[in-house]
């Protein structure tokens, strides 16, 4: 009787204790259900409006291609527009003036001898009374600096012209000489300095006359019938002053050149008085 009780308590217990469990599953597989029901239809609502809105149109942009031109090509196309006549004789000033402002730095420059070493090595020759190998050094010298000290060498080795009046006549004589080789050509460098920008001004003034007379022919006074003779003008006048400032830059080294060797000469001349004063074969 007692066992009976006993498995009748246990089967209770195991009814009692399983119920809740039971049901909470069933607790949860209702949720999720719902869960599943309620993403189903948010979905359906996505896809919905997702079909329903338009598709955004993506435009390429597409960047202007710019062509971007040379110097060269842009200078040529100017000098196209500015009357190929007129701008032809700037171009020849410019190469003109060019050229002899080159030949002129490569002469200095060649003139150009360390004044301070070649006159001591030339005073030792002096002091030893060597004055034949002091004249070869002269000759074998480059520059006016060695041409002038050549020349009072010459005379301080003669029999009558050694007299310190006599040299002194001859080194400012021979100095001037030198000098006057200094500045050669450079007349013409300030000349197409002067012709460049007075072609261009011609080329303006034709430039303006051309066009009134488009606008005499048009019979109107409208910016498109102007703007051609006036982009001449323009054109002709900028090339012309471009030209004259790029040879007054060349012209101004080559000035400052020719002042360094006159000073060179000055200074030379001075010391070149003050050895033949201390030799013994100059005449006092």
């Not at 310190?164 to 400012?172: G, M, S």
């Amino acid at each position: 009787m007692k066992k009976y009780f006993a498995i009748v308590a246990m089967v209770a217990a195991c009814t009692f204790g399983m119920t809740p469990s039971v049901m909470a599953q069933d607790e949860v597989a209702d949720e999720a259900a719902a869960t599943e029901q309620v993403v189903d239809s948010a979905e359906a609502v996505v896809d919905s409006v997702a079909e329903e809105a338009p598709e955004p149109v993506v435009e390429e942009a597409v960047a202007p291609v710019e062509e971007e031109e040379g110097l060269h090509k842009t200078l040529k196309t100017k000098f196209i527009e500015g009357n190929a006549g007129f701008m032809s004789l700037v171009a020849i000033a410019l190469v003109l003036g060019l050229a002899f402002c080159i030949e002129r730095v490569i002469y200095l420059s060649l003139a150009q001898v360390n004044t301070r070493k070649f006159l001591e090595a030339l005073r030792g020759k002096v002091e030893a009374n060597k004055l034949t190998e002091a004249i070869e050094f002269c000759a074998g010298t480059r520059g006016p600096v060695a041409q002038v000290s050549k020349k009072a060498m010459q005379c301080l080795a003669s029999e009558d012209q050694n007299d310190i009046a006599t040299i002194e006549r001859t080194i400012n004589t021979e100095a001037e000489v030198q000098g006057a080789y200094l500045e050669e050509n450079c007349s013409w460098i300030t000349l197409f300095i002067a012709m460049a920008p007075s072609l261009g001004f011609l080329g303006t003034v034709i430039g303006m006359v051309q066009a009134f007379d488009d606008i005499e022919r048009a019979g109107d006074i409208s910016p498109t019938v102007v703007a051609g003779g006036m982009k001449v003008a323009l054109i002709t006048t900028i090339f012309g002053i471009v030209v004259a400032l790029v040879l007054q830059v060349f012209y101004n080294y080559v000035l400052s050149r020719i002042e360094a060797l006159n000073s060179n000469m000055e200074e030379t001349a001075m010391s070149l008085l003050d050895m033949c004063v201390k030799s013994p074969k100059c005449k006092k």
